[in-house]
């Protein structure tokens, strides 16, 4: 943070009508959205949230509990509104984007799916590469250019969201890849049963064993990610610089987080972890990036719905910082003046 | 809870598109707010809060960091919309209701403050009784009254906040007459330091012992309380059996719930904690009461702030449930589904 930043909007903040510091966290979000924008107080005027969708290979292996048909039967239902990221988008004030990269299924002509699919679909990572590396490149880019188009949007806070059945495993694999037990990150995802979770965690050690040794975070994306993992991490790559934040969501978005932060960690200066997930292990890959989760609902549904939930807080924040009253506006006595009660 | 009431809203979660179960907590809130409103699924359309303000006559043994005037200078800020409460509750959608309890002020004739002041601040409870018993049961019935009210507006949620300075030393008062030790509760308040705080415990304990023994929550709200909580404990007990569910804040409303909740358990049935303030001394009242605190964000503000934050949450839980697409509908697959996948 640019010490001119933190210091004008530390003093903006205790002139406000409030003990200094009473405000908490929310104050913390406010100076780390300060020091993005590079500007005091910060605004938030505009927020998306874009919901990455991809089917994953490994899903033939039963690492899951849904069929690989619900990626694209929930594509259309965040078109049509009915999904939880679009009620919860509703009343956060997110506008929904939901972005193809790389789904089984073909969708109608002038639907209003964000088309960057990739391929129907990555490999199984448990037989083969799950992409080739056109296909990494490509991903890669897709999101780049997303970001860009956001940017020029003027969104000032994007949140990340998944979809993607079987894409728990694959962010296991992309985070046992890096040096993390499997036995810290392998999870029941959306609810599978003791024999499953056994089957899931010998898919992923087999998987990512079979691939290494990895040059590092690209090559270990392109050989077990999904194409929709690798388009968020090139989205949040390319808002490095842009002053646009950005809001994280559950253990797979975590995971393609966590693929940027190992690319270029300087990212974590511009993330907001929006929650702590259910999920085994997001805890642990949050604490390395240094991303300390806004709330803690227990919440494994993905969508985006805990990144829209804390992108909230981070925005109240915002506009308290904007919005309330000064001591002197206000005509409110400030503790210096205490002396004269006593 | 009524067990039909349960089962039924059980039903309707897991019938929406999402896995079950995967919405955490906000599915937790849905479930308490269908019980408190014997509705599935439960719907908030309307939500308010009300600031209750009040001095305290305690403030002359110099307990807190802020002189007496900021009661009522911020019950002006309340009124023009510059607390940190008004721009919370912009956004989080909550009316905002600034109740004069027992201010030390008079406020101009037209002014929109709802006039329930029962007199100019209580005594010192370090050298008198806080109240006559005239007073005491005036707060207790202007608390019922301004429920009934509350119920009558229908307002389906409704929020409670304080404004006095001092409180935070009333409420610990509160606490260890009814047996918490006085270390656990007394705390900074507005951020006194280390001489203040000893100060301050010592009044505490001093003014707990010369009014002993007590005869129960209201004989220890009377010598003790102050206006406003009393007429906070008022509120509370005045909204059972209405299905308005209540959000309550920080370490001095949660003193006053907790002497509703000593006069009445069942208020617990239709609290929800909005928030674990950095005061401390609040997480043990709201164990004690058996409620879990909504959002953590080292928040030591009051107004409601907290209330409003964690009454959004639970705005939203009820949202997803209303809004949400069934699986039918959407005509997304069910996990049961999932065998033909395999």
Redesign the interface.
């Known amino acids: 943070m640019e010490n001119s930043i933190a210091s004008a909007m530390q003093a903006h903040l205790d002139n406000?009508?409030?003990?200094?510091?009473?405000?908490?966290?929310?104050e913390g979000y406010a100076m780390k959205l300060a020091a993005i924008q590079g500007r005091v107080p910060p605004v938030i005027a505009k927020k998306a949230v874009y919901v990455f969708a991809g089917d994953h290979g490994i899903?033939e292996e039963?690492v899951?509990?849904?069929?690989?048909?619900?990626t694209h039967?929930?594509m259309?239902?965040f078109l049509?509104g009915?999904?939880?990221i679009?009620?919860?988008s509703?009343?956060?004030g997110f506008e929904v984007f939901a972005v193809d990269g790389g789904v089984d299924a073909d969708f109608p002509a002038g639907s209003k799916i964000i088309d960057l699919k990739v391929g129907r679909g990555t490999k199984s990572f448990l037989t083969d590469e799950a992409m080739t590396h056109a296909e990494f490149d490509l991903a890669m880019e897709n999101g780049r250019k997303l970001a860009a188009g956001a940017i020029k949007e003027g969104f000032d806070l994007v949140a990340v969201g998944d979809m993607g059945i079987g894409n728990t495993t694959t962010a296991a694999a992309l985070l046992v890849a890096t040096g993390f037990p499997a036995g810290a990150v392998v999870d029941r995802g959306?609810?599978i049963d003791d024999a499953a979770l056994a089957h899931k965690y010998d898919v992923v050690v087999e998987g990512v064993k079979k691939h290494g040794p990895y040059s590092g975070a690209p090559d270990i994306m392109r050989k077990l990610g999904g194409f929709e993992m690798a388009e968020m991490t090139g989205f949040i790559l390319g808002l490095k610089g842009s002053g646009v934040a950005c809001m994280i969501d559950g253990f797979p978005v975590t995971a393609a987080a966590y693929m940027a932060f190992m690319i270029d960690p300087e990212v974590a200066s511009y993330l907001f972890a929006g929650h702590l997930g259910?999920v085994k292990g997001h805890g642990p890959i949050l604490e390395r990036m240094g991303l300390e989760p806004i709330?803690a609902?227990?919440?494994?549904?993905g969508e985006g719905?805990g990144a829209v939930?804390g992108g909230?807080?981070v925005?109240?924040a915002s506009?308290?910082a904007c919005?309330?009253?000064s001591f002197e506006?206000?005509?409110?006595?400030k503790?210096g003046?205490?002396e004269?009660?006593?």
């Not at 899951?64 to 619900?70: F, G, H, T």
């Not at 609902?297 to 549904?301: K, S």
């Open positions: 406000l009508t409030k003990p200094a510091g009473s405000l908490g966290k929310l899903v039963g899951s509990l849904y069929p690989k048909d619900v039967e929930m259309a239902n049509s009915g999904a939880a679009n009620v919860l509703r009343y956060c959306t609810g259910k709330v609902f227990d919440m494994r549904l719905t939930i909230f807080m925005d109240l506009k308290t919005e309330m009253a506006s206000a005509g409110v006595s503790s003046d205490v004269k009660n006593f």
